[in-house]
Nanobody
């Protein structure tokens, strides 16, 4: 069915940059929004950034000015450019999509399997 596949995670030094990408595939009727959440050890999953199909964005206050979310509606992709990374950004990052599988189905939340981002010297 629907599959969200993330890429771009890895190890980076503090102050460095990474770019995450996610592709949604499957029998998708329409997508309202895509974005990124993250979960660090001992913490609950939290919003990082989301973007709607028309381009409205929402960022966590902790990443504003450092992260930039973008999307390509034609390819059902979303990217997260992460600059000035800090050790506290270390987490598993999950791709998120709010979409409908058909005209008769309501919008639902879907998640990728996650990609590890580690910020350490």
């Amino acid at each position: 069915q629907v599959q969200l596949v993330e890429s771009g995670g890895g190890l980076v030094q503090p102050g460095g940059s990474l770019r995450l990408s996610c592709v949604a595939s499957g029998s998708i009727y329409s997508i309202y929004a895509m974005g990124w959440y993250r979960q660090a050890p001992g913490k609950q999953r939290e919003l990082v950034a989301t973007i709607t199909t028309i381009g409205a964005t929402n960022y966590a206050s902790s990443v504003k000015g450092r992260f930039t979310i973008s999307r390509d509606n034609a390819k059902n992709t979303v990217a997260l450019q992460m600059d000035s990374l800090k050790p506290e950004d270390t987490a598993v990052y999950y791709c998120y999509a709010h979409l409908a599988l058909s005209w008769s189905n309501p919008m639902s939340d879907y998640w990728g399997q996650g990609t590890q981002v580690t910020v350490s010297a």
